[in-house]
């Protein structure tokens, strides 16, 4: 659960109409709301959404509310003591994506802050903590719920990764290449899953013994396997699960097992209904983005179903992986995945413009990406896109995933996220 702050540099900067203090500025692409004093060229330090601030920090730097006797607000800032969390939010109708401030704000860790560069990462100083991602009191108690589970056992993991983790495109956007093949997907708001026929060890110990001296015995064996984002599930009934009943997950390995190909493994996102019914996604409250004409366009709910109905969920690979029995991989070119869905019926998550190659000009495909985050899916037109995946394809094994998160997502989620039962499924999955 990694959450740092990074140091950038002010693109630019716009006025608010009617605001004598504050104004806009841009930072990795990003709006935010500053200050009068802060000018094109300043390098300053930016803070994410879905992060909080260690009380400390909001302390030595005026952060919090001042009050005076009768409880109005006086002077200060506008977080919170013990949950300083940084969301994206609104002020006077301006978007504003996370938080930007002067290095300055640094100070009290007594770093040396000229040695900080563009593009430094961290989330302390001196051994000072400054920040960490949030996690809610719920996500924290699943997270506990399923550590207590065995882990399984090395042989198994490497043959059946994870996937990999995606980067935020606004800060990684430098490491696509000229000549890297590009496609820009929808990211949809769903839960990870994934399933293979890949190669297990042998469980039979005679046979593990025998294997040490004659190396013409397999050990490994190929079996299927189904699993959550970070978890390796052993049946379809799992009372430590955020849903309880994982069978909507085994449906699709069902429907294709006798098709997969040893050592393919398949990555998807999950949406619609779970095994008991309910909502794979929590609906998010439209009136959050403060906007008449957003919630008259998606009304006062979003229900992430994309057009699933009650009982029913679909299934959008955005990944296929070939793996050895030795753990060695390589992942199919993104034309290779839309024709080994076809030829599986399975469906993969959709692109929102032709892939192409990129041509090197970086504030063009920055300005193509914000574009294409926001507006509605083009799964189910009454729900807002949770953003975009940029994939890039270059010639590894393993291509790179940097995801772009629409601003009104960002605020809809803030809120949820301040319910302390509320389970963040990307981290606790």
């Not at 991989?329 to 998550?349: I, M, N, P, T």
Request: positive net charge; contains cysteine.
């Amino acid at each position: 659960m990694s959450y740092k702050l990074i140091i950038g540099k002010i693109d630019s900067v716009e006025p608010i109409n009617g605001a004598d203090r504050i104004m806009t500025a841009t930072i990795f692409g990003k709006t935010v709301v500053v200050g009068k004093d802060v000018s094109v060229g300043d390098i300053m330090c930016y803070a994410d959404t879905d992060g909080i601030f260690e009380d400390e920090f909001c302390t030595v730097n005026n952060l919090f509310p001042i009050k005076d006797e009768n409880g109005k607000k006086i002077g200060g800032g506008f977080f919170t003591p013990g949950k300083a969390k940084i969301r994206a939010q609104s002020f006077r109708g301006v978007k504003s994506n996370g938080f930007a401030f002067p290095l300055s704000y640094l100070s009290y860790t007594k770093y040396d802050l000229s040695t900080l560069k563009i593009g430094d990462q961290f989330d302390e100083l001196n051994g000072i903590k400054i920040c960490s991602k949030y996690v809610s009191p719920a996500t924290l108690r699943a997270l506990n719920a399923k550590n207590k589970v065995k882990a399984v056992k090395k042989t198994i993991t490497f043959c059946f990764p994870e996937h990999v983790d995606s980067e935020q495109f606004k800060y990684k956007s430098d490491s696509i290449k000229t000549g890297d093949l590009i496609t820009i997907s929808e990211k949809i708001h769903g839960t990870s899953g994934r399933f293979s026929y890949t190669y297990l060890e042998e469980n039979n110990r005679l046979l593990r013994f025998v294997g040490k001296y004659l190396p013409f015995i397999k050990l490994k064996k190929l079996g299927y396997l189904v699993g959550t984002r970070r978890t390796i599930l052993k049946a379809a009934d799992n009372p430590t699960s955020y849903y309880g009943n994982e069978e909507f997950r085994f449906k699709f390995l069902n429907k294709v097992r006798d098709r997969l190909n040893p050592g393919e493994v398949i990555y998807g996102e999950l949406v619609g209904y779970d095994s008991n019914g309910g909502e794979i996604m929590e609906a998010h409250d439209t009136k959050e983005v403060n906007n008449k004409e957003f919630t008259q366009r998606y009304g006062s709910k979003i229900k992430y179903t994309y057009g699933c109905l009650p009982g029913e969920c679909g299934f959008y690979v955005y990944r296929i992986a070939r793996i050895d029995e030795s753990g060695n991989s390589y992942d199919l070119a993104w034309a290779q995945v839309k024709e080994r869905c076809a030829e599986l019926g399975l469906q993969h998550v959709k692109e929102l413009i032709p892939s192409f190659i990129f041509d090197g000009n970086i504030r063009n495909l920055q300005a193509l990406v914000n574009d294409l985050t926001d507006g509605p899916s083009i799964l189910d037109p009454t729900i807002h896109r949770e953003g975009c995946v940029v994939r890039v394809d270059n010639g590894r094994k393993t291509p790179i995933f940097l995801k772009n998160k629409s601003w009104a997502f960002g605020v809809m989620e803030g809120y949820i996220k301040n319910n302390d039962n509320y389970v963040d499924l990307e981290e606790s999955s």
